[in-house]
């Protein structure tokens, strides 16, 4: 399924900078940036459940916020792209 994540980290103390790189990170080893605080991750549901508990162990409930939308495994009738970054596909092997 693909799931859009999207986050806004408190950076106003220390430790919120340090706390978004960490979340940036952990959203990376799942899927790919489309946005400054926006990732896709076609994931399926044990992977979803541990990206959870990963993001959750890192934030802070009380100045962050973290949104997940499922989108389903049909997601590709349900995304536009308009302008320029334009993604590369989640599900072809990379090749540097």
């Known amino acids: 399924m693909l ?3 999207t986050y806004d980290v408190s950076t106003i103390d220390s430790g919120g900078a ?3 790189r960490k979340v940036s990170k952990i959203c990376q080893n799942y899927g790919q940036r489309v ?3 926006v990732f896709e991750c076609v ?6 459940a541990s990206l959870k ?4 162990k890192v934030i802070n409930e009380d100045r962050d916020s973290l949104r997940f939308y499922r989108l389903g495994d049909n997601y590709k009738s349900k995304v536009e792209h308009l302008g320029v970054k334009e993604s ?3 599900e072809d092997p990379l090749i540097f």
């Not at 994931?43 to 979803?48: A, G, K, L, P, Y």
């Not at 508990?53 to 959750?56: C, D, M, V």
């Open 43 to 48: 994931v399926d549901s044990t992977q979803f």
């Open 35 to 37: 946005q400054h605080s």
């Open 53 to 56: 508990i990963e993001l959750s």
């Open 18 to 20: 340090k706390r978004l």
């Open 88 to 90: 590369i596909s989640i």
């Open 3 to 5: 799931v859009l994540i």
